[in-house]
């Protein structure tokens, strides 16, 4: 059999026609309609060329159709996503190609194969199916620590997001999840009048710009295991804020960014009206205000180009008004109702309060918050690499009071 590997543009053309030629087909059981994410993909490979030979899956693309098994299938869609997740990090961690944004892409171009590909699966098996490649493609499978080391840390990273805005935005937490995946930092001191060595194992992971993965439970499956078994000592989630570095101390409960997920998804929330998220279908529980426990002191003396904030300050909803204040505590908080938590009324703030909240509620003893890096415009490696040293830098620092 001849393997074919089709360039995205062609592939984008194909698979976009297809939905008339074969729709239908008797031989294509499933078929399902691209999302808003997928449909960019056009038009990125066209401003963004170097997207086009990142990643060769030619040899799944020729086996596709062959392959009927429901099991056999999902087994190839966990390998292509295991592949794409290692060939990613290897390129970043290399210095060939240290951009998180050809990972994002060649994502959804593997999504967009797939529904748009005449198969042999139903509706549900499809959907299982892209959730396996997804989740794989993200390193959900490759979070097992394997080095000796005296500390774990784990990570999370986000896609890049706003993309009507600007289609070649990046987002340094991505880069960092592939960047330090895998690797082991090490802090030497002076702790508690003793000179210490102390060495930890990263691990991260990719998470989408999705308000429907989060309502679904993304953050509460991904890191239940962790705080039920106390099993790792630190818990960071990064992502995209303003122009210096912002420690989260106060994250909110409600959402209220009027900017639409990465399907342009808009919740309806603003301000004046602040929404509670979903877990499950039911109302998000919890207090509207939670506290992030992650060793700020020492992190704010890493070294670096950018100012590291404690940042306290948050919104609140006053007489019907949103209302700017700076807390001091999360006493000062009781009884106030949130609008933007330290880290703003989008997804950044939301991961923060899901993840803490589900550590509370666990009774889990780990260090846990949110990191904003600051902002770039489109890619900007020298301001990456920048980015990416002071994180390594706090990290590195954390080890001393964990």
Do not use: C
Not at 287 to 307: I, N, R, T, W
């Amino acid at each position: 059999m001849t393997l074919v590997f089709y360039p995205l543009a062609v592939f984008f053309i194909a698979i976009s026609t297809s939905f008339i030629t074969n729709a239908t087909s008797p031989s294509t059981i499933a078929k399902t309609e691209l999302t808003i994410e997928e449909l960019r993909l056009e038009k990125a490979q066209q401003v963004m060329p170097m997207l086009n030979d990142y990643f060769d899956w030619a040899a799944f693309q020729g086996s596709w159709l062959q392959v009927s098994d429901f099991a056999l299938a999902q087994r190839a869609m966990n390998k292509l996503g295991d592949e794409l997740w290692q060939f990613s990090k290897k390129q970043a961690q290399s210095g060939k190609i240290v951009d998180d944004r050809p990972l994002y892409w060649t994502r959804l171009a593997v999504h967009a194969f797939i529904k748009s590909t005449k198969n042999n699966f139903s509706q549900t098996e499809l959907a299982s199916l892209l959730e396996s490649f997804e989740k794989s493609s993200r390193g959900y499978r490759d979070m097992a620590y394997v080095k000796s080391t005296d500390k774990r840390i784990f990570l999370t990273g986000f896609d890049p997001f706003l993309l009507d805005r600007n289609l070649k935005q990046s987002n340094p937490s991505g880069l960092a999840a592939l960047l330090l995946d895998g690797k082991i930092i090490k802090y030497s001191g002076i702790i508690d009048g003793v000179k210490k060595t102390i060495t930890a194992e990263i691990n991260t992971v990719m998470v989408p710009v999705r308000y429907a993965d989060f309502d679904q439970g993304e953050i509460e499956s991904l890191l239940a295991p962790f705080y039920a078994l106390n099993s790792v000592d630190l818990i960071a989630t990064l992502s995209m804020g303003r122009s210096d570095f912002d420690l989260e101390h106060f994250p909110g409960l409600r959402r209220s960014s009027t900017a639409p997920d990465n399907v342009n998804i808009y919740t309806g929330a603003n301000k004046a009206n602040p929404l509670v998220p979903s877990l499950l279908k039911a109302p998000l529980m919890g207090d509207e205000f939670v506290l992030f426990s992650l060793p700020y002191q020492a992190m704010m003396q890493a070294k670096g180009k950018y100012k590291i904030n404690d940042n306290r300050g948050v919104t609140i909803l006053a007489s019907g008004k949103a209302k700017d204040i700076t807390a001091n505590s999360l006493a000062e908080l009781k009884g106030k109702v949130s609008v933007q938590g330290g880290g703003g009324g989008y997804l950044s703030n939301e991961i923060s309060y899901r993840s803490i909240a589900l550590r509370n509620k666990l009774g889990s003893s780990i260090p846990t918050g949110h990191i904003h890096t600051p902002r770039i415009s489109g890619f900007d490696a020298k301001t990456n690499q920048a980015i990416m040293g002071q994180i390594e830098a706090m990290l590195v620092q954390a080890l001393a009071e964990i």
